[in-house]
């Protein structure tokens, strides 16, 4: 698998960062700015403000250039970080995503929801809204996480696992059509030869995690990196030891784990249990 690109040694203003790799971005492909806006059917002048970080543009436009690029999910993390306001986007969940687009590997286990990277649209704007994020915000914000989903597609998509505790499966949406859409969402997701989703049963009892969402993240360059989060507070461990004691945790759950094959069945019974929408 070819290994993802390294941009940790750029500008850590998230803003002037952004408008950094849009311009980096173009200037490897040999393009000028007025061939790019020809390939794209868009003006260049747009393009240009947004090099020189005079403007950010939309989540549509980062998701474009995304996809123009073969970048999943890069731009629009880098995107999400500038728009954030400093109070929200704390450094270290900053330097998180940074680290996230470039990872080969992802492991995850959550306790209570889903990771963003596996969130549909419904799903996040549920969350978010929970989190006390509305209006214009939230649309913004949910854009930018399920955007977050192009990380696990394309050729050069880290493998990622998630062992999910049974909890987060019977944490139901309001609404019902949208809840059986996360779980569909799921089951397909299950099916990709990079991704893993195994559940953990609530009668594996205690655990080393029991009260922690954690995400390990393997780099190019060979360390290891793990966030952990509740619902107040965020940390990324870099120290080795740390991570490797969050690993010794992460193994022993796993061994209390459903397998890959039932953990898909688990889920697909999920769906036939979840109420209909009465819509429909």
């Not at 690029?69 to 995107?79: C, F, H, K, M, N």
């Not at 109070?87 to 990771?115: C, D, N």
């Not at 996040?124 to 696990?152: F, K, N």
């Amino acid at each position: 698998m070819p290994q993802r690109r390294t941009v940790t040694s750029r500008s850590h203003e998230p803003r002037l960062r952004y408008a950094e790799e849009v311009r980096r971005l173009r200037e490897g492909r040999g393009l000028t700015l007025r061939e790019l806006a020809d390939q794209l059917g868009w003006d260049w002048s747009t393009l240009g403000k947004l090099e020189r970080g005079q403007t950010l543009g939309s989540p549509e436009v980062a998701q474009a250039l995304d996809e123009f690029y073969g970048t999943p999910g890069l731009l629009l993390a880098l995107w999400e970080l500038a728009v954030g306001d400093p109070t929200q986007f704390k450094e270290q969940y900053r330097r998180y995503m940074l680290l996230e687009a470039e990872a080969v590997r992802l492991w995850h286990f959550g306790v209570s929801i889903l990771p963003g990277v596996l969130q549909t649209d419904g799903y996040a704007s549920e969350v978010l809204a929970t989190g006390g994020i509305e209006g214009g915000q939230l649309a913004q914000q949910v854009e930018a996480r399920v955007g977050r989903r192009a990380l696990l597609v394309g050729e050069d998509a880290p493998t990622f696992r998630t062992i999910l505790s049974e909890a987060v499966l019977r944490t139901l949406l309001r609404e019902t059509g949208a809840w059986r859409e996360q779980l569909e969402h799921l089951a397909e997701m299950a099916e990709r030869p990079n991704v893993t989703i195994q559940v953990l049963p609530l009668g594996a009892g205690m655990h080393g995690l029991v009260s922690t969402d954690v995400m390990f993240l393997w780099l190019p360059d060979g360390r290891t990196v793990a966030y952990t989060e509740t619902a107040y507070h965020g940390e990324l461990i870099e120290k080795n030891g740390e991570v490797e004691r969050l690993l010794r945790a992460y193994d022993s759950m796993r061994d209390l784990a459903l397998s890959p094959a039932e953990s898909l069945k688990f889920i697909g019974q999920m769906l036939e249990e979840a109420p209909c929408d009465p819509s429909t």
